[in-house]
């Protein structure tokens, strides 16, 4: 067992940010005037001098060298979903043996990975291997320390010779200044002349499994795919809902007290976690920062989650479906846009009904959300999340928006046109107010819906256990920063900017109330009333993806210059790339595991049957149902060999075709996921009618109800 804190020896306050470059290290550590210029470059865009970048670089290895950490890398996120890293030694080897611990401005700000094995969609030729990393000054260094080894580790974006964006940072940060320009276009038009910067933050909630190791280790599905791939439910599951905020079991305690100590000492604000409805599985949930850092830090969260794991001999599963028959996990994305100057846009305030900039940046994402639905669905989509959406555990693939109550009937009385009474008997009369409170549980959470309004903030629901933040925040701010951008022309051209302001309001959402349903989102009345409100429904990652290059998105890129064409067209790409190789490593496992291991041992078990009714019939018994079993075994044996045959088939025929990448993905999906679940179909009845003594892999039961 890992070395744990004793906090009555050790004060939190001494563990928080200790391994995290922060602000207040910098603060600190650097020459005034170096720190304002730093300050600068983060809040003004300014340009950093190589002096400052200098002096920046030596307290940064100086501080590192005090931690212990010999190495540095520069962090990134390609195109793989997960991170990449390069490291590199302070050290500089004199010619007389000796050597200096050296560490540059152009060593901080820029570093060259070799590129030419990371994603790249058709960017770039494969002979052309170089990328860049370019340090970004908004995300804190830290100190990662696995193992005991230290490293200096330097958030940056990656990106090619040419210019183009080869991670997921680089869009995000696009996004971010999208949204700042069209929202301060409109807080201008509405006299606001002291907000300088627009910030979006997020806050996210991580749902994850943890299993034991030693039976993790006997599943090659989950070793491989991270999800079983086989298995049936077992007797007890979660429908007496006894795992949900019960009480935290001592084995998961002491992991959980780890996991919280490392992520604050990287300065991770980790601050809530809970048992969540199916067995085994858990939740922790950080405190708001701006939209690029906690994309960062939860980067960082889920690699020191898996890390941790491994001190407690346990295993922590991120696929958002890992386990058939419960709850999948998802990452709730807490989105919300505020000003510098301490505004929250999408705080109602005491008084909502007459709150003109709250009505007005709320009907905006309500216009955003409704036409850019299909932008948001696809930002979730993955192979796994086509298991967990829509399953009565997570919002439908639908996208839809709740409001809750009051401020539904706020909205409808404008735009309808009557009058709107308040609890003191007064008529409601709009006015250019903000109001900073308002009641945080005013409106209750939708847990069916995919896009809630939660008081102050929206909960984005659909995204993934495994995905980065960094793709639903892009497409999200994308979608508000070209709604943000029509109100900002309308308003500036406008001589009367109050009454303006108001047809707007009541115009979104006459022309978009379609997109909000309050009811209960796993209803099928709610598909159907979808269906006839004209929503979109992609069901699957292969639909929501091939609408990614559409012409009428690819502009909204390109005018806010968060990708261009090429771009996009390029993330289309590898994201079908890597569904079909997560499909094809999926449906592999299965055809090795079907007849490697179960169809004989449940052979094995048949023949032991036919044994034992060959032995009592010796007898003149006559044993039927032990008959009827063996029958049964043997037609399920014969049916899984020939569903895998087919399965093997279609995987060959996928590797030999030379279609389009959609068309490949079309196949992988109508094809081979189909005849994957025929297939674990019979699997799973062989599951149930094998002897378990004789069944070659640990079975839900150990995987769900052993920590």
Same mark, same amino acid.
């Given at each position: 067992?890992?070395?744990?804190?004793?906090?009555?020896?050790?004060?939190?306050?001494?563990?928080?940010?200790?391994?995290?470059?922060?602000?207040?290290?910098?603060? +600190?550590?650097?020459?005034?005037?170096?720190?304002?210029?730093?300050?600068?470059?983060?809040?003004?865009?300014?340009?950093?001098?190589?002096?400052?970048?200098?002096?920046?670089?030596?307290?940064?290895?100086?501080?590192? =060298?005090?931690?212990?950490?010999?190495?540095?890398?520069?962090?990134?996120?390609?195109?793989?979903?997960?991170?990449?890293?390069?490291?590199?030694?302070?050290?500089?080897?004199?010619?007389?043996?000796?050597?200096?611990?050296?560490?540059?401005?152009?060593?901080?700000?820029?570093?060259?990975?070799?590129?030419?094995?990371?994603?790249?969609?058709?960017?770039?030729?494969?002979?052309?291997?170089?990328?860049?990393?370019?340090?970004?000054?908004?995300?804190?260094?830290?100190?990662?320390?696995?193992?005991?080894?230290?490293?200096?580790?330097?958030?940056?974006?990656?990106?090619?010779?040419?210019?183009?964006?080869?991670?997921?940072?680089?869009?995000?940060?696009?996004?971010?200044?999208?949204?700042?320009?069209?929202?301060?276009?409109?807080?201008?038009?509405?006299?606001?002349?002291?907000?300088?910067?627009?910030?979006?933050?997020?806050?996210?909630?991580?749902?994850?499994?943890?299993?034991?190791?030693?039976?993790?280790?006997?599943?090659?599905?989950?070793?491989?795919?991270?999800?079983?791939?086989?298995?049936?439910?077992?007797?007890?599951?979660?429908?007496?809902?006894?795992?949900?905020?019960?009480?935290?079991?001592?084995?998961?305690?002491?992991?959980?007290?780890?996991?919280?100590? +490392?992520?604050?000492?990287?300065?991770?604000?980790?601050?809530?976690?809970?048992?969540?409805?199916?067995?085994?599985?858990?939740?922790?949930?950080?405190?708001?920062?701006?939209?690029?850092?906690?994309?960062?830090?939860?980067?960082?969260?889920?690699?020191?989650?898996?890390?941790?794991?491994?001190?407690?001999?346990?295993?922590?599963?991120?696929?958002?479906?890992?386990?058939?028959?419960?709850?999948?996990?998802?990452?709730?994305?807490?989105?919300?846009?505020?000003?510098?100057?301490?505004?929250?846009?999408?705080?109602?305030?005491?008084?909502?009904?007459?709150?003109?900039?709250?009505?007005?940046?709320?009907?905006?994402?309500?216009?955003?959300?409704?036409?850019?639905?299909?932008?948001?669905?696809?930002?979730?989509?993955?192979?796994?999340?086509?298991?967990?959406?829509?399953?009565?555990?997570?919002?439908?693939?639908?996208?839809?928006?709740?409001?809750?109550?009051?401020?539904?009937?706020?909205?409808?009385?404008?735009?309808?046109?009557?009058?709107?009474?308040?609890?003191?008997?007064?008529?409601?009369?709009?006015?250019?107010?903000?109001?900073?409170?308002?009641?945080?549980?005013?409106?209750?959470?939708?847990?069916?819906?995919?896009?809630?309004?939660?008081?102050?903030?929206?909960?984005?629901?659909?995204?993934?256990?495994?995905?980065?933040?960094?793709?639903?925040?892009?497409?999200?701010?994308?979608?508000?920063?070209?709604? =943000?951008?029509?109100?900002?022309?309308?308003?500036?051209?406008?001589?009367?900017?109050?009454?303006?302001?108001?047809?707007?309001?009541?115009?979104?959402?006459?022309?978009?109330?379609?997109?909000?349903?309050?009811?209960?989102?796993?209803?099928?009345?709610?598909?159907?009333?979808?269906?006839?409100?004209?929503?979109?429904?992609?069901?699957?990652?292969? +639909?929501?993806?091939?609408?990614?290059?559409?012409?009428?998105?690819?502009?909204?890129?390109?005018?806010?210059?968060?990708?261009?064409?090429?771009?996009?067209?390029?993330?289309?790409?590898?994201?079908?790339?890597?569904?079909?190789?997560?499909?094809?490593?999926?449906?592999?496992?299965?055809?090795?595991?079907?007849?490697?291991?179960?169809?004989?041992?449940?052979?094995?078990?048949?023949?032991?049957?036919?044994?034992?009714?060959?032995?009592?019939?010796?007898?003149?018994?006559?044993?039927?149902?032990?008959?009827?079993?063996?029958?049964?075994?043997? +037609?399920?044996?014969?049916?899984?060999?020939?569903?895998?045959?087919?399965?093997?088939?279609?995987?060959?025929?996928?590797?030999?075709?030379?279609?389009?990448?959609?068309?490949?993905?079309?196949?992988?999906?109508?094809?081979?996921?189909?005849?994957?679940?025929?297939?674990?179909?019979?699997?799973?009845?062989?599951?149930?009618?094998?002897?378990?003594?004789?069944?070659?892999?640990?079975?839900?039961?150990?995987?769900?109800?052993?920590?």
């Amino acid at each position: 067992m890992p070395n744990q804190i004793d906090f009555s020896k050790t004060p939190l306050s001494e563990v928080y940010g200790d391994n995290c470059f922060s602000d207040a290290v910098m603060k +600190e550590r650097l020459p005034a005037n170096v720190y304002k210029e730093l300050l600068a470059v983060q809040n003004d865009g300014q340009l950093l001098s190589s002096k400052a970048a200098e002096v920046i670089a030596k307290s940064m290895k100086d501080w590192a =060298l005090e931690k212990g950490a010999t190495h540095y890398t520069h962090w990134f996120q390609p195109l793989t979903g997960l991170t990449a890293e390069k490291h590199d030694s302070f050290i500089s080897p004199k010619s007389d043996g000796s050597m200096l611990l050296e560490f540059s401005d152009k060593e901080l700000i820029q570093g060259e990975p070799d590129a030419s094995s990371f994603p790249n969609g058709g960017l770039r030729a494969t002979f052309e291997a170089r990328g860049y990393t370019a340090w970004d000054t908004s995300s804190p260094a830290v100190i990662k320390e696995v193992g005991g080894v230290k490293t200096l580790t330097i958030p940056t974006a990656f990106f090619s010779y040419t210019g183009d964006a080869l991670d997921k940072k680089v869009p995000l940060l696009r996004s971010m200044v999208a949204v700042n320009d069209q929202a301060l276009r409109v807080l201008r038009s509405l006299g606001n002349t002291t907000t300088k910067k627009i910030c979006i933050n997020v806050g996210p909630e991580q749902e994850y499994f943890l299993v034991d190791e030693e039976f993790y280790d006997k599943r090659p599905d989950l070793r491989l795919a991270g999800r079983t791939v086989f298995g049936t439910m077992s007797a007890k599951g979660q429908e007496m809902d006894d795992h949900y905020f019960g009480a935290i079991k001592e084995r998961v305690g002491l992991f959980m007290k780890e996991l919280n100590c +490392e992520l604050w000492k990287l300065g991770v604000p980790a601050k809530t976690q809970h048992n969540e409805v199916a067995p085994n599985q858990f939740e922790i949930a950080t405190v708001y920062s701006s939209a690029n850092i906690s994309t960062d830090t939860n980067q960082l969260l889920m690699e020191t989650i898996k890390n941790v794991a491994k001190h407690h001999k346990l295993v922590a599963l991120l696929h958002e479906k890992p386990f058939a028959g419960v709850n999948g996990s998802g990452k709730h994305n807490n989105w919300s846009i505020s000003t510098d100057d301490g505004q929250n846009l999408l705080s109602p305030g005491k008084s909502p009904e007459e709150n003109v900039q709250f009505l007005l940046f709320l009907t905006s994402v309500i216009k955003a959300v409704d036409e850019y639905a299909v932008l948001l669905r696809l930002s979730a989509a993955n192979s796994g999340n086509d298991h967990r959406l829509g399953a009565n555990e997570a919002p439908p693939a639908i996208v839809s928006m709740y409001l809750g109550e009051k401020i539904t009937e706020i909205l409808e009385s404008i735009g309808n046109g009557t009058p709107l009474v308040r609890r003191d008997g007064k008529l409601v009369e709009l006015g250019l107010t903000t109001i900073p409170s308002f009641p945080i549980d005013d409106t209750d959470r939708n847990r069916t819906s995919p896009f809630a309004f939660t008081g102050n903030k929206f909960e984005f629901r659909m995204v993934g256990s495994s995905q980065s933040l960094a793709g639903p925040n892009t497409m999200l701010n994308a979608a508000v920063a070209e709604i =943000l951008s029509e109100v900002g022309d309308r308003l500036e051209k406008s001589s009367d900017v109050m009454a303006e302001a108001k047809a707007i309001i009541k115009e979104f959402y006459c022309n978009h109330k379609r997109i909000i349903f309050n009811g209960n989102g796993y209803s099928e009345e709610w598909v159907e009333e979808a269906q006839k409100r004209g929503l979109p429904n992609l069901p699957n990652t292969v +639909e929501a993806l091939s609408h990614l290059t559409d012409e009428e998105f690819v502009k909204v890129f390109e005018k806010h210059k968060i990708f261009a064409s090429h771009e996009i067209a390029s993330r289309q790409e590898i994201y079908l790339e890597i569904y079909m190789q997560q499909i094809n490593i999926e449906a592999s496992l299965m055809v090795e595991m079907a007849k490697g291991k179960i169809v004989p041992a449940a052979n094995r078990y048949l023949s032991e049957l036919l044994s034992g009714i060959t032995a009592q019939k010796g007898f003149g018994f006559e044993p039927t149902q032990l008959t009827l079993l063996a029958k049964k075994l043997s +037609e399920t044996i014969d049916s899984t060999l020939k569903e895998v045959e087919v399965l093997d088939s279609k995987i060959k025929q996928l590797a030999a075709s030379e279609e389009s990448t959609l068309e490949m993905a079309k196949f992988t999906h109508d094809e081979i996921v189909g005849t994957m679940e025929t297939l674990r179909g019979f699997g799973d009845t062989l599951e149930e009618l094998t002897d378990s003594s004789y069944w070659p892999y640990p079975k839900y039961e150990d995987l769900l109800f052993r920590l």
